[in-house]
Nanobody, 121 residues
């Protein structure tokens, strides 16, 4: 009932920047936490950054100072600005949202399809 569409991935040289976007749509009453995760082949998906509806943020230690998460509550969108990218940031990045469905107010957790980010050295 909730769909997430991501965009903004691609290929960039080390030191470059990318901005990921994610739009949530469907039978949404409210969204609480929005976040970005990433996964490389053979490894578990890991949290990159999260942001609450009140804009409290949390970051993976290795991206602090380089990545910035933000959201637009009116548009149900979340962004990830990635600066000073490193080859080790290469992964598939997934958008994640949690909230309440309309009209039954049942909790949901949804994932996007993923967008590839590749950082060349």
């Amino acid at each position: 009932q909730v769909q997430l569409v991501e965009s903004g991935g691609g290929l960039v040289q080390a030191g470059g920047s990318l901005r990921l976007s994610c739009t949530a749509s469907g039978s949404i009453s409210s969204i609480t936490t929005m976040g970005w995760y990433r996964q490389v082949p053979g490894k578990q998906r890991e949290l990159v950054a999260t942001i609450t509806r009140g804009s409290s943020t949390m970051y993976k230690d290795s991206v602090k100072g380089r990545f910035t998460i933000s959201r637009d509550n009116a548009k149900n969108m979340v962004y990830l600005q990635m600066n000073s990218l490193k080859p080790e940031d290469t992964a598939v990045y997934y958008c994640n949202t949690e909230g309440l469905l309309a009209p039954i107010l049942r909790q949901f957790i949804s994932w996007g399809q993923g967008t590839q980010v590749t950082v060349s050295s």
